[in-house]
């Protein structure tokens, strides 16, 4: 992984400077943040499980889960979260890599302005991407004849135009390591650039494709602003289901039963990227 | 194969203002050592980059074997290429480095195996066939990145400072490798670009001594340092004693004192330089004597360097260890035969250190 490098560079603490009364002063650095972590975050997904397990009828029970996972539409929700991230990852990685690799190694005038832009384009709000697109592609837009950006195929396009900058900032950050001797060496052993990307780039990129992919996947799994924008009325993800259920039809518990599978989706999508990524040795 | 330039220029960033070659003409015979020596800068780097294919020159052509390759990319110039710091695929094991080359080239398969051996066998690295360059020493990785480029059979080999990145201990030893290889392989010209005049002293057939982007001098290692043609040349490849002197009949005068010297064709009364090696300048009295005063003493083990200053001019001389070796301040003679000395018709540049 591209940042364990930098991890492992900082220096541990050595064990005999924590001995005599200076030894709880780590754990007391450490008490503030846990607190706001607990206040802000653990607290609210505790409410948040515990209402998924009080159904309106009162009591507790899991009930609410029972209803959700037998629902029709909760089950076409998860299939369509699921087939649209890793749908939009794949297209993020395959576009980033290819735009990456212009940006780093064909030199163009203005190759330095377009990586700083990348970097100013991970700040835009994601509905603004998406407003974007709706002027271009819109039914009142400049080209109103296509109407497939309120088809699950407009939220993919949408979700790749503004996820694939983050696969492509640690991608150039990883090309700008590489040495161009290597590029160099390959060169005059005979191999032509498109061998060169497979056999001597790619390699070398794959923790990068790694980091970036899990993070734009799991991004993906989360996106709200983006589906709705695009106002596509039959693509309804994970998270409309909770907006949908919990303020369309005030349906507390059924709308944290869904975000709490939301939940441990990402979150297990994560464990499996640290374990998968750890397997590799990277 | 040879490797010829013909009046090759080349400009950073294709600004001909500023050039980091300017027209080089040089030939390298097949099968010889060419070092191209410089210190950096000098454009000795650019001038095998353009053998190379990585750099394109503004003017003139770059041959090998009599084609002119100026235009070809260069996958298609089949050249064995070695740099300072290895440029191993770290991902890839020791034995596939080595094949890369070859399943670049399409090899079948069972001959790459064999060549990859073969290649490995020839600088002792066979035992590491299996190992990742990050397990191996800089040395051993710099013996992996030649067999790599070896393993494609190349006529020409080019050579980018391949020693500086290790100690000296470990240089020395590669060093006899390299001259062991270019026995094994009589047919591959090699050009070698180093700083290092030990190196290109010790391996190569021919020396070509640049300096600003141009060709200074070129010769055979004995005839570059017994007989220098330019001062830059006379303090570049070994160490020199550059004096400035005026042409007399028979002789040159320096600092009052007169010099028997040979002079050649060179007319009485005009400026020269005289080049004198430091080892071949004794102490005491004797023919072709300077006095001056000690200004500084090296105790350098095996020998003494003095710096004795003689009318202004810092002169070095490099003594067997000695017993009693002169204070500093101390008034001393020195001395050297006639025809250890040689007048070069350039004028003094720098102090010749």
């Known amino acids: ?282 | 194969m040879s490797i010829r330039f013909d009046s090759v220029t080349v400009a950073y960033d294709g600004n001909v203002g500023s050039l980091a070659l300017d027209a080089l003409d040089l030939t390298v015979e097949p099968g010889e050592v060419m070092a191209l020596l410089g210190p950096s800068g000098s454009g000795k780097t650019t001038a095998l980059r353009a053998v190379a294919g990585f750099v394109r020159p503004v003017s003139g052509r770059v041959l090998l074997g009599g084609r002119d390759v100026t235009d070809l990319p260069p996958y298609r110039r089949g050249i064995g290429m070695v740099v300072q710091q290895y440029a191993l695929f770290p991902h890839l094991r020791v034995d596939e480095n080595v094949a890369f080359g070859l399943r670049a080239r399409r090899t079948p398969r069972g001959e790459i195996r064999q060549r990859v051996a073969e290649a490995l066998e020839m600088t002792g690295m066979a035992a590491y066939a299996r190992r990742y360059p990050r397990e191996l020493s800089g040395g051993q990785q710099q013996r992996v990145a030649i067999a790599r480029a070896l393993a494609i059979r190349p006529r020409v080999l080019l050579l980018d400072e391949p020693l500086s990145a290790l100690d000296a201990q470990l240089r020395s030893g590669m060093l006899a490798e390299l001259a062991r290889l270019h026995r094994e392989l009589p047919d591959v010209s090699m050009l070698y670009v180093t700083h290092d005049q030990v190196e290109a002293l010790t391996l190569a057939d021919r020396i070509a001594v640049m300096d600003k982007a141009r060709l200074r001098a070129c010769g055979t290692p004995r005839e570059l340092y017994r007989a220098p043609t330019d001062a830059f040349t006379a303090s570049f490849v070994g160490g020199a004693n550059l004096l400035p002197v005026t042409v007399g009949p028979g002789g040159v005068s320096f600092a009052g004192a007169e010099l028997k010297v040979e002079t050649g064709d060179v007319v009485a009364g005009a400026r020269a330089t005289l080049c004198v090696r430091p080892h071949l300048v004794g102490l005491g009295a004797g023919p072709n004597q300077l006095v001056g005063v000690v200004r500084e003493i090296q105790w350098r083990g095996a020998t003494h360097r003095l710096y004795v200053e003689v009318d202004g001019h810092a002169v070095m001389a490099d003594l067997r260890e000695l017993r009693d070796p002169p204070a500093h301040g101390e008034s001393v003679s020195l001395h050297f035969a006639a025809e250890d000395a040689v007048l070069l018709p350039a004028g003094v540049v720098g102090d010749g250190r």
């Not at chain 1, 503004?162 to 005979?190: C, H, I, K, N």
């Not at chain 1, 441990?264 to 999508?269: F, P």
Request: proline fraction near 7%; charged fraction near 10%; hydrophobic fraction near 55%.
């Open chain 1, 1 to 282: 992984m591209a940042g364990d490098p930098a991890l492992q560079a900082v220096p541990t603490r050595s064990a005999p400077r924590n001995e005599g009364p200076r030894r709880w002063s780590p754990q007391l650095w450490a008490a503030p943040p846990a607190a706001a972590l607990a206040l802000f975050f653990l607290y609210p997904l505790a409410l948040v499980v515990r209402q998924s397990f009080q159904p309106d009828s009162g009591g507790t029970s899991v009930r609410p889960y029972a209803d959700v996972f037998a629902s029709q539409a909760f089950r076409h929700a998860l299939w369509t979260t699921v087939w649209l991230a890793v749908a939009s990852t794949a297209g993020c990685l395959v576009l980033g890599f290819l735009l990456a690799l212009v940006i780093s190694f064909v030199p163009f005038p203005g190759a330095k302005g377009v990586a700083r832009f990348i970097d100013v384009y991970l700040s835009f709000p994601s509905f603004l991407i998406t407003l974007a697109l709706l002027f271009i592609y819109g039914t009142t837009g400049i080209i109103g004849s296509f109407q497939f950006l309120t088809t699950p195929w407009g939220v993919l396009l949408a979700e790749v135009t503004y996820f694939t900058p983050f696969v492509m900032r640690p991608l150039l950050a990883a090309f700008s390591q590489l040495d161009t001797a290597q590029l160099e060496a390959a060169s005059s052993l005979g191999a032509r650039a498109p061998r060169i990307v497979r056999r001597v780039i790619l390699p070398e990129a794959l923790p990068a494709l790694a980091a970036g992919g899990s993070l734009v996947l799991v991004l993906c799994l989360n996106e709200f602003g983006i589906v709705l924008f695009t106002g596509a009325k039959g693509v309804t993800t994970l998270p409309m289901l909770v907006y949908g259920k919990a303020i369309l039809e005030s349906d507390y518990p059924g709308a944290c039963v869904v975000a709490v599978v939301n939940v441990l989706i990402s979150v297990g999508l994560y464990g499996l990227y640290r374990v998968v990524s750890r397997r590799a040795g990277a």
